[in-house]
Antibody, heavy 121, light 110 residues
Framework: EVQLVESGGGLVQPGGSLRLSCSAS????????MHWVRQAPGKGVEYVSGINSNGGKTYYADSVKGRFTISRDNSKNTLYVQMSSLRAEDTAVYYC??????????????WGQGTLVTVSS | QSVLTQPPSASGTPGQRVTISCSGSSSNIGSSTVNWYQQLPGTAPKLLIYSNNQRPSGVPDRFSGSKSGTSASLAISGLQSEDEADYYCAAWDDSLNGWVFGGGTKVTVL
């Protein structure tokens, strides 16, 4: 059974930093791209960042580019995102998401339960 | 403002058919497949449809997807009370070099 368990969320002041982790199990972690997707309170979902299977390629939404850094440790089956220069608008539930594919079509097939990040003074 | 456009709400009575549209452009839906996600209240989103019209194992065949040009749609036939949820479309955007989502559609069963 695929499990994605996020941790590291909490309250942080504007301008502060936070690192989220996602522990993965139930699948061959090193074979799949992984992503972070967030959802502000009462709002829709927003793509944040993604990383390919070996960590050699990363993607960022314009809203977080230069402030967030995604990484992974395939030996520990863990995905990370280092968030810095946090703003009030970064307040959201952050979901760890597993990527998958069929032929050349890509999609997100499993989502974690999310971890809440609140940026406030 | 989301890159993909969905109606904010849709509704129907039990047993009815409800359709949700998702409008994009040549850089996303026009050049990529569309995926749909269902988010039940208080839970994480779940994959509902991938590759425009494919259902993952366990998704009832009441749910179907289609795509034409730069638009896609999700249909729910035989609407049930447990289908009350938010639904999101998503696609890869070549211009943005990233994934884009629709703003979400809240489906209410009357």
């Amino acid at each position: 059974e695929v499990q994605l368990v996020e941790s590291g969320g909490g309250l942080v002041q504007p301008g502060g930093s936070l690192r989220l982790s996602c522990s993965a199990s139930g699948f061959a972690f090193s074979r799949y791209a992984m992503h972070w997707v967030r959802q502000a309170p009462g709002k829709g979902v927003e793509y944040v960042s993604g990383i390919n299977s070996n960590g050699g390629k990363t993607y960022y939404a314009d809203s977080v580019k230069g402030r967030f850094t995604i990484s992974r440790d395939n030996s520990k089956n863990t995905l990370y995102v280092q968030m810095s220069s946090l703003r009030a608008e970064d307040t959201a539930v952050y979901y760890c998401v597993k990527g998958s594919w069929r032929d050349s079509d890509f999609y997100f097939d499993y989502w974690g339960q999310g971890t809440l990040v609140t940026v406030s003074s | 403002q989301s890159v993909l456009t969905q109606p904010p709400s849709a509704s129907g009575t039990p047993g009815q058919r409800v359709t949700i549209s998702c409008s994009g452009s040549s850089s996303n839906i026009g050049s990529s497949t569309v995926n749909w996600y269902q988010q039940l209240p208080g839970t994480a989103p779940k994959l509902l449809i991938y590759s425009n019209n494919q259902r993952p194992s366990g998704v009832p065949d009441r749910f179907s997807g289609s795509k034409s040009g730069t638009s896609a749609s999700l249909a729910i036939s035989g609407l049930q009370s447990e289908d009350e949820a938010d639904y999101y479309c998503a696609a890869w955007d070549d211009s943005l070099n990233g994934w884009v989502f629709g703003g979400g559609t809240k489906v209410t069963v009357l």
